[in-house]
């Protein structure tokens, strides 16, 4: 055996032993292809086409809706604690309620046309066999919040109240999906759904929410 | 497909593009990988971490080299960080062991030329041992290892030249004998 030439390619004995040094078995593919499509999913990577960039839209609105919500908690809360001294005709003290009122309105138009139209979606995404991994954190993000308007002490209409509840509990179930139980906590869902929820939620919302809540119209 | 394509649609977030860069080159990444590491839990360990990177940052991808020699140079650079990672701990418990005895090779324990070798390529320093590994058992060029270690085809070159040395070396009493 040559054993003093560096430059020149290994001697066959040599080449063979080097061969079998760290030799590869058949690659897991599956089960790797499995592992790193699940820590894309949970890093939040976009798994098919552009779908997920619409709850992107939605998680940016949603985020609005929640900013105005704290507002409206902010004002509500600051409310009471005018000076009950203060005369009647006071501009501030008349007025004041009236504001809460309207913002809270505003507030929850835009955020029942957005549960609406996420509700929507989501029924369009089962009926077509997809997952939307991103259903559960838009509507944790809803129903963060749905519990906002909730709580709010501007919240006094009782029909209202009641949607918001109904809408609390759908919300938190979709919330809580796991992929184990999946295809039987979303037929529920979608049972529930179609029994009602949309019905009542289009009917609380006019069309083009958006616009038309900020006049007020709820 | 052209990668280029590929890389865009994957971009897009389309998930059958992205198994289809998976497929396309996972048994290569796997094969080197395990080369470097010797290990089944590790190889699929930096294989799939080289995957996830290579997901994340295939908008740096200029196409200076091919899309295979860049996903290969990711995975190898995951492989070694991982290896030092792994060589550090060992190093630190050998310390605390304090009796553990390093090299110890008798040669009667050892007349197998395969066990000879295995135990020369361990030793080689790292730069040797991934360049005589690309070159000598995966039959890569001085060009795409060039490109994958970052360094000259002639530095890559000149370090096969002394890994060979240093093995030949090692084994000169078996030639021998």
């Known amino acids: 055996m040559m054993l003093d030439k560096d430059d020149e390619p290994l001697e066959p004995e ?6 079998a040094y760290h030799r590869p078995p058949e690659p897991p593919r599956e089960q790797m292809w499995a592992e790193i499509a699940a820590r894309r999913a949970a890093s939040g990577t976009p798994r098919v086409g552009a779908r997920p960039r619409r ?12 900013a105005i919500g704290v507002a409206i908690g902010r004002l509500t809360i600051r409310a009471p604690i005018v000076p009950p001294t203060l005369p009647a005709s006071n501009p501030i003290a008349t007025n004041a309620p009236r504001e809460d009122a309207t913002a ?16 929507t979606l989501f029924k369009a995404s089962v009926r077509q066999g997809r997952q ?26 009782p029909k209202l109240k009641l949607l918001l509840q109904d809408l609390e509990l759908v919300l938190v ?18 049972n529930g759904l179609e029994n009602g929820m949309l019905v009542r939620l289009r009917a609380a919302v006019p069309a083009g929410a958006g616009a038309t809540s900020r006049q007020g119209a709820l | 497909m052209d990668d280029r394509l590929l890389i865009a649609r994957v971009q897009a977030g389309d998930a059958t593009a992205a198994r289809e860069l998976y497929d396309a080159h ?38 200076d080299s091919s899309l295979g020699t860049w996903i290969c140079a990711v995975a190898l650079s995951v492989a070694l960080n991982g290896l030092r990672k792994v060589r550090r701990l060992r190093t630190r418990e050998v310390g605390l062991d304090g009796a553990v005895e390093l090299g110890a090779t008798p040669r009667e324990a050892e007349p197998d030329l395969k066990i000879r070798l295995a135990r020369a390529i ?32 002639g530095t890559s070159k000149a370090q096969l030249s002394r890994a060979r040395a240093k093995l030949r070396q ?3 009493d078996f030639a021998k004998g």
């Not at chain 1, 046309?113 to 509700?119: D, I, K, P, T």
């Open chain 1, 132 to 157: 939307e991994q991103l259903a559960s954190a838009t509507a944790r993000q809803l129903l963060a919040t749905n519990r906002l308007l909730l709580d709010s002490p501007a919240a006094v209409d």
């Open chain 2, 122 to 153: 361990d030793d080689l320093p790292e730069g040797y041992r991934s360049v005589f590994l690309m070159q000598d058992v995966e039959g890569y060029t001085h060009e795409e290892i060039g490109q994958m270690l970052g360094v000259q085809p």
């Open chain 1, 55 to 66: 709850f992107l839209i939605w998680a940016a609105g949603i985020a609005a809706v929640l």
């Open chain 2, 26 to 63: 996972v048994d290569r990444v796997y094969r080197m990988v395990y080369r470097i590491a010797g290990d089944p839990d590790q190889a699929k360990d930096y294989t799939q971490e080289a995957f996830i990177r290579v997901f994340e940052r295939l908008g740096h991808f200029r196409g």
């Open chain 1, 104 to 119: 809270y309105r505003v507030a929850t138009a835009e955020h029942l046309g957005q549960a609406e139209a996420f509700l």
């Open chain 1, 14 to 19: 040599l080449r063979d032993a080097a061969n």
């Open chain 2, 170 to 172: 090692r084994l000169a």
């Open chain 1, 173 to 190: 179930q979709i919330a809580q999906l796991e992929p184990a139980h999946r295809s039987e906590d979303v037929r529920l869902i979608t």
